[in-house]
């Protein structure tokens, strides 16, 4: 066991199904007075286990705000957040980076992979900073990169990498803690199609899990059919919840 994890979550919903993250009533502001700006405004939402939830709308209209709220990287102004079954009023200072760092991944937009460093050493990073021995911490990374496809690229440099690898060397750093919520921001805007697609069939398979969620901000519309479901946001609120199913059909009428 590499990582003690939190106790599953208390929190249900009316079908007894478990919530990774619950936002009530979340309101954002950014600056103070003239200057205020009111970056999401009232949001309830409940992302569940098993699930990849995409997050979409134009820009500017609170997708970062919101993810990197439910990613426990900033603090709402009003409002609550549970995060894996915690209230995050409860996590504070170097409780919430321990928390932060136990149980939650984060994939950008750019990769930001170490160029100093091999794809297998990337990787393996987030262990060695919690103190992992570094040969089992290199174990651990190379059999993540090889769940990504990318065993032979074990020595590679990030420069003699494509895109798509690369993208998949930062998916496979953020899996190797093993977190339960996974959160990604424009994972794919970087990549042509294929590497897109590429890249979230892999973060399905690799991540879609009982006990674990996935989040991804996205504008990248020819991504949308990987969603379990997907919230739409406009102007700092959510406009529109829809399952996989409803989206199918609604793009199958367009
Ligand atoms: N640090 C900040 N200080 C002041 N205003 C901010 C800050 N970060 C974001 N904002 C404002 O908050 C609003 C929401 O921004 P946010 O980055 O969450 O939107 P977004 O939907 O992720 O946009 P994009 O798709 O362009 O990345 C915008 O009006 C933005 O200008």
């Known amino acids: 066991m590499l990582t003690a994890k939190v106790p599953l979550n208390s929190q249900t919903d009316a079908a007894g199904a478990q919530a990774a ?12 007075g003239d200057t205020r700006v009111r970056a999401l ?12 939830t995409l997050l979409v709308g ?31 009023k409860t996590l504070k200072g170097r409780q919430l980076v321990r928390f932060r760092a136990e ?9 930001n992979l170490l160029p ?21 911490a290199i174990e651990k990374a190379a059999e993540m990169l090889d769940a990504v496809g990318l065993g032979d690229k074990m020595k590679s440099r990030s420069t003699q990498l494509s895109g798509g690898q690369q993208q998949r060397v930062a998916i ?10 996974l959160v990604c921001d424009e994972p ?6 294929k590497a897109g697609r590429n890249v979230m069939d892999l973060l399905r398979r690799t991540t879609v899990q009982p006990d674990r969620a996935v989040i991804v ?6 991504v949308f059919d990987f969603g379990d479901q997907i919230v739409s946001m406009a102007d700092g609120r959510i406009e529109s919840i829809e399952s996989r199913s409803e989206a199918l059909a609604a793009a199958a009428h367009h």
């Open 217 to 222: 901000v996205t504008h990248d519309n020819r």
């Open 188 to 193: 794919t805007a970087a990549l042509d199609a």
């Open 172 to 181: 496979a750093r953020a899996l190797v803690n093993e977190p339960r919520l």
């Open 58 to 88: 134009p820009s500017g209209c609170g997708k970062t705000t919101l993810i990197s709220i439910m990613a426990g990287l900033l603090d709402p102004t009003e409002g609550d957040v549970e995060l894996l079954g915690r209230s995050r």
């Open 116 to 136: 100093s460093l091999t794809a297998v050493e990337n990787v393996a990073v987030p262990l060695i900073i919690r103190h992992q021995k570094r040969s089992l």
């Open 41 to 52: 405004q009232q949001i309830d939402l409940e992302i569940a286990y098993g699930c990849m």
């Open 103 to 111: 149980n939650i991944g984060f994939v950008f937009q750019q990769y």
């Open 21 to 32: 993250v619950v936002c009530r009533g979340v309101t954002k502001d950014y600056g103070v």
